[in-house]
C-alpha cells in the first residue's frame, strides 16, 4: 500500500468519525470519581478515580460503540454544540 492509499484508508475509517472529532466533557462525579463522556452519542461514557482514569477510557468506549454503528449501518450522530454556564 502506497502514502495516498494508506491515506486514503486512515480518511475512509475517520469518515465515520473519530473521537477527536467530538466534544468530550470531563467532570466530577457524586460518588468523588470522575466521568468522561460525549454528549452528542448516547451511552457513550466512562469513568475512573481520577481524571485521567476517566479520560484513558473513553476511546476504548467510544471505539466499542463505534463498531456497533458500523454493524449496524448507522453513521454516527454529529457532534454537539454545548453551552457551558456556572450558577451563581
Request: hydrophobic share 35%; net charge negative; charged share 25%.
Amino acid at each position: 500500500m502506497d502514502t495516498n492509499e494508506w491515506r486514503y484508508e486512515y480518511q475512509r475509517s475517520c469518515a465515520m468519525a473519530c473521537m477527536e472529532d467530538y466534544t468530550v466533557v470531563i467532570r466530577p462525579d457524586d460518588n468523588g470519581t470522575y466521568v468522561a463522556y460525549i454528549p452528542a452519542i448516547p451511552g457513550c461514557h466512562a469513568w475512573g478515580k481520577t481524571l485521567d482514569d476517566a479520560r484513558n477510557e473513553l476511546p476504548a468506549v467510544f471505539e466499542m460503540i463505534k463498531q456497533e454503528y458500523e454493524a449496524e449501518g448507522r453513521p454516527l450522530p454529529h457532534d454537539a454544540e454545548l453551552t457551558v454556564s456556572h450558577a451563581g
